[in-house]
C-alpha cells in the first residue's frame, strides 16, 4: 500500500475492511479532562502551599491546619501545592465572622466540623448517583466530564435554594417559638427497622440499599407531613423531633400506620420521649434524646412506646390512648416505665 494511502484495519461481520486514518478520531486525553473538571469543581487552579494559603488569609499557620482538618480533609505535605484562591477566601471569611462577633472563637472547630460532615455526606451521596447515571448511560470518560460540568452550576443553584427555604423555616419557628419551645422541650423519637442485622445478610448489596432508600424516603414524608423533622437518619434507624407531644404521637403512628399498609418495608420500632433537649449545630443531645433510645430498645416490632413524660403531656387528648406498662430495666435507667401508645378508637 502507497505512503499516502496508510490506513487501520476494522473487522465487521469477519470481513476485513480498510478505514482511512484520518477517519479515526485521536483517544480523548483523559489526564487533561480530569484537570479541567477538578478546576472547575475547586474554583481554579492549585497555586498555593499550606504555608502560602495562611499568610494570605492572614491568619496562623495553625489554625488553618484545625480548620482544614477540622472540615474533614486530609493533611497534605507542607510542600505540595495543593490549594486555590478560594481556599483563601473561605479562611478569610471565617476569621472575618470572628472578628465581627458574628462567630465565638471556641466553637469555630465544632462549626466547621459539622459543616464539613454534613457537605461530606452530601457529596458522596451525590458522587454515588452521578456514577450510576454514568453506568446506565454509558458515557465515555470524555462525555462524562462534559456532563458533570454542566450538572454543577444546576446542583449548587438547587442547594443554595434548599438551604435558604430550610433557614427560612427554622428562623419562623424560632421567632413564633412558645416558653416550652424556647426552653428547648421536644419530642423525640427513634424509628428502628427490625432484624436489621439479619436483613444486611439475606440481602444483596443493592437491594439493602433500595430498601434503605425507600425506609428513609418513607420516614422523611411521613414526618414532615405531621410538623416533625428529621434529625438524622443512620442506616436502619431514623431521629426526630417534633414540638409538641401530640405531633411526636401523630408522627410515630403514622409511621406505623405507613408500614402496616405496605409489604416493601419491614416492621418498626418506635420510642418517643417528651422533655429538654440540647441543639447543637443540627444535633440533639439529652436525657430526653436517651430516654427514646432505650424505649425503642425495649419496643416490640409495630408498636410505639413513650415514657412518662409523654404520656403526661397527652393525658386526656382525645386522639390518644396510653396505657401503662410493667418496669423495665435498661441501660442507664433502672426503673424506667413505658407506656404503650394508641389511637383512641372511641373518640
Not at 487552579?45 to 495553625?62: D, K, M, N
Not at 427514646?292 to 430498645?297: E, F, I
Not at 413513650?306 to 390512648?321: F, K, Q
Amino acid at each position: 500500500m502507497e505512503q499516502d494511502k496508510q490506513s487501520t484495519e476494522d473487522s465487521v461481520d469477519g470481513e476485513r475492511r480498510a478505514v482511512p486514518t484520518s477517519a479515526v478520531s485521536p483517544p480523548p486525553d483523559l489526564g487533561a479532562l480530569a484537570k479541567e473538571f477538578e478546576t472547575t469543581l475547586l474554583g481554579g487552579e492549585r497555586t498555593f502551599t499550606r504555608l502560602q494559603v495562611s499568610e494570605r488569609a492572614g491568619i496562623s499557620y495553625e489554625r488553618a491546619e484545625r480548620m482544614w482538618r477540622a472540615l474533614g480533609f486530609a493533611t497534605v505535605p507542607d510542600d505540595e501545592v495543593a490549594f486555590t484562591a478560594d481556599d483563601v477566601e473561605a479562611l478569610r471569611l471565617v476569621a472575618a465572622l470572628e472578628d465581627d462577633g458574628f462567630i465565638d472563637p471556641s466553637v469555630e472547630s465544632s462549626l466547621a466540623r459539622k459543616l464539613g460532615q454534613t457537605q461530606s455526606r452530601l457529596a458522596s451521596w451525590q458522587s454515588a448517583m452521578f456514577l450510576d447515571f454514568l453506568a446506565q448511560a454509558k458515557l465515555p470518560a470524555d462525555e462524562a466530564i462534559e456532563v458533570a460540568g454542566m450538572l454543577l452550576p444546576a446542583m449548587e443553584k438547587l442547594q443554595t435554594y434548599v438551604w435558604r427555604r430550610h433557614l427560612a423555616a427554622a428562623a419562623g419557628r424560632s421567632v413564633a417559638a412558645s416558653d416550652e419551645l424556647a426552653r428547648g422541650i421536644r419530642a423525640v423519637g427513634f424509628a428502628d427497622i427490625v432484624s436489621y442485622t439479619r436483613l444486611t445478610r439475606r440481602l444483596t448489596e443493592a437491594e439493602l440499599g433500595e430498601l434503605i432508600e425507600r425506609f428513609e424516603g418513607m420516614a422523611a414524608d411521613v414526618v414532615a407531613q405531621n410538623g416533625g423533622r428529621v434529625i438524622k437518619s443512620i442506616g436502619d434507624e431514623v431521629l426526630f423531633v417534633t414540638d409538641t407531644a401530640a405531633q411526636g404521637a401523630a408522627v410515630a403512628l403514622a409511621l406505623q400506620d405507613h408500614v402496616a399498609a405496605t409489604d416493601d418495608l419491614p416492621d418498626l420500632r418506635i420510642g418517643l420521649a417528651y422533655g429538654a433537649i440540647l441543639i447543637r449545630l443540627g444535633d440533639v443531645y439529652g436525657e430526653t434524646v436517651n430516654l427514646a433510645a432505650r424505649l425503642t430498645s425495649e419496643c416490640k416490632p409495630g408498636r410505639v412506646l413513650t415514657d412518662r413524660e409523654l404520656a403526661a403531656a397527652l393525658d386526656g387528648h382525645p386522639s390518644y390512648h396510653l396505657r401503662r406498662l410493667r418496669r423495665v430495666s435498661v441501660r442507664g435507667y433502672h426503673h424506667l416505665t413505658p407506656y404503650a401508645l394508641q389511637r383512641n378508637t372511641n373518640s
